[in-house]
């Protein structure tokens, strides 16, 4: 058997997994990331670490032929260079070059979105699919794809970057700088905004009860308050579903997944925004495409990173072929 | 030199044309299709012309080393099959598997707009770009996708149409049955709608005197306008620019291509379209997309089809890598 480790460098958390060639995790340890320390200090954290996993797993250090790393933002994969990571305050370093230095194994970084799709996407909710696109709903919004087991990169490895796609009828203002980008609504901020957007429109909900100040209204507590009845609620669940789906009504023509898996946070809110997404979902398509695919929620979900980077570390390093 | 033919078969007109390794046409026929006489008949003829060109290019026979042909509707080109061609009246049809019988060569068929872009992406406007996206503007509105030379397909082979993705504001009917598709605006016969829906209502152009009935106003007669400074025209082709930046503002984070190449006959319109188009498409895009790819015109434009067809076949056929 052999095996990899996947790591999962978040602004919050660093995850680090060992993984066996069918994706499964045979030991794993997170922490806190020191953003401040700069990168040498993760990295030698995180070289450390891996050793600490083979030893605890009991596997020949051989045994462990690659590491794979998910990392924020604009990476570039082929020359193994962070671009910018604006959390981790990183741009332009050789994470790839300089982690195998330090642990003398082959090393292979990409996006963590595309880390967390393509473990979704081959041992996750997509798994004997062969064309999936694959979603987060987090704190933003993005998506990777996967065709026969290889992931979509486009010009300077940019696909995916769907969250910022301005969505007509809406104008919440945007981290980006601009107005109604898709992301405003359909992430997990998106869907605290909306219901405290309509709160503060005299909106009555239980939302208020819970959430004596407003500003600390959830998604997960739009999706408890949906739950309990609160009509509110289920209708901003209900609308993030309908402007996800007019997303979907251009991915579906245009990559033609035979599966959609949808994980982060935000798809914890379950059917309540799925049922409305898929209705929608079947107004907007051509008839041809109606049936032609599933949609599916993340089975690994916080796994997806470390086991989707270990995994394409792996397929990279021609080890799993 | 190797060689293979291409074949566009249209619901009006059939092109074959012999065509080099380096995609030029060595020599060519066209002539009209005569769908009521069925696929045998059809197929026959194309036989007998793929000879005819062989004999006067004067090649030897063998140097012809494949048969490439696009279809209109949907195709399955694995195995061969014609599955829906409405305007042929063909249905499941294996029209390679005929072919071959016919011509004792190697045949490849495929949807008629991929094989279109396909020869605009590697010999026509794309040449040179590794991540292609090409559409043409035609009766309806569809498109293609090639990544490093090769074609995108999807699940079914169905990824391309995006003329029937709904617009939000848009209420034309749409062949398919449902209202406010793409193409009942971006199209030559939306570009004659929209002229014909605003003269109806009252405005005035120079459209009205150059078709006493409006029901003759067509695509290149909106574009005459517009250069001769009717404002009708003009503003319908900025409109239907405007609105097609809608759909690129999708196209380009999902696919990340570093060249749109846009062909068929509402190309013809240039820029009157085009800088509308592209600046909408500025105001719709994140800033990390901005300059990271070219918007060009198809160049092969009525043989994209016959030169995209043959070198798909000298690929496929191995005869080309």
């Known amino acids: 058997m052999k095996y990899a480790v996947g790591v999962d460098v978040g602004g919050t958390n660093i995850v680090c997994g060992l993984v066996d060639e069918d994706g499964n995790i045979v030991a794993q340890r997170k922490y806190p990331t020191d953003s401040q320390e700069g990168h040498q200090a993760i990295l030698s954290k995180i070289s450390a670490t891996i050793e600490q996993l083979i030893e605890e797993a009991g596997i020949a250090s051989e045994q462990c032929v ?14 193994g260079v962070s671009l910018r990571a604006v959390n981790l305050n990183w741009r332009n370093i050789p994470i ?21 799709v393509y473990g979704e996407a081959v041992a996750g909710g997509g798994r004997g699919h062969e064309f999936v696109y694959g979603v987060t709903i987090g704190t933003g ?14 010009h300077r490895f940019m696909s995916g970057e769907i969250g910022h796609v301005p ?26 905004r909306q219901a405290r957007s309509r709160i503060t429109k005299g909106e009555a909900s239980l939302l208020q009860e819970w959430f004596p100040d407003i500003a600390d209204i959830t998604a997960s ?13 289920r209708d901003v669940l209900a609308q993030t579903g309908k402007t996800f789906a007019r997303a979907l009504a251009w991915v579906v023509p245009l990559l033609s ?50 086991v989707g980077s270990a995994l394409w570390a792996l397929k990279r390093s021609g080890s799993n072929d």
Chains 1, 2 share one sequence.
């Not at 690659?66 to 020359?79: R, T």
């Not at 969505?167 to 605290?192: H, K, M, Q, W, Y």
């Not at 507590?221 to 609620?233: E, F, H, N, P």
């Open 96 to 116: 790839a070059g300089r982690l195998k230095e330090l642990t003398g194994r082959s090393v292979y970084i990409d996006n963590d979105v595309r880390m967390y």
């Open 167 to 192: 969505i007509e009828n809406v104008d919440f203002p945007c981290n980006c700088g601009r107005i109604g980008c898709l992301e405003t609504v359909v992430s997990a901020t998106g869907i605290a």
């Open 66 to 79: 690659a590491v794979g790393m998910g990392i924020p933002g604009l990476v570039d994969p082929e020359q």
């Open 141 to 154: 919004l993005a998506s990777a794809f996967v065709q026969h087991g290889s992931l979509h990169y486009g």
């Open 221 to 233: 507590g739009v999706s408890r308050a949906s739950d309990a009845g609160d009509i509110l609620a």
């Open 257 to 306: 997944p035979d599966a959609i898996v949808i994980g982060g946070g935000g798809a914890l809110a379950g059917e309540a925004l799925f049922a409305p997404m898929r209705q929608e979902l079947d107004d907007l398509l051509l008839q041809d495409y109606l049936g032609q695919f599933v949609i599916k929620t993340a089975e690994l979900n916080d796994h997806a990173g470390i």
